[in-house]
């Protein structure tokens, strides 16, 4: 239940920044995502914004170490959007 509600507010937010519509030369590339931690296992979904190109490829190795700082592990890269 808290993960599906912390999936709306996410997709909320995100939708307010649309809203607000970025020109172009203000771009972000945003890279939603789940992660886990074990030892209890807890599952993560969130979105990061990422810099240089808006490729899963680039997003995966980003979230890979940034993650890996806070104690956990990218289970995978959902979808990368430019705004």
Same mark, same amino acid.
């Given at each position: 239940? =808290? /993960?599906?509600?912390?999936?709306?507010? !996410? /997709?909320?937010? /995100?939708? &307010?920044l649309i809203a607000f519509g970025a020109n172009a030369a203000d771009a972000a590339c945003y890279a939603e995502y789940k992660a886990k931690r074990d030892n209890p296992l807890e599952?993560?979904? *969130?979105?990061? +914004? !990422? *810099?240089g190109p808006c490729t899963v490829a680039s997003a995966r190795a980003q979230l890979t170490r940034s993650l890996a700082s +806070? &104690?956990?592990? =990218?289970?995978?890269? /959902? *979808?990368?959007? +430019? +705004?």
């Open positions: 239940m =808290l /993960l599906r509600m912390r999936q709306h507010f !996410i /997709l909320a937010a /995100l939708m &307010g599952l993560h979904y *969130s979105v990061a +914004q !990422i *810099s +806070q &104690g956990l592990t =990218l289970l995978k890269v /959902l *979808s990368v959007e +430019q +705004q």
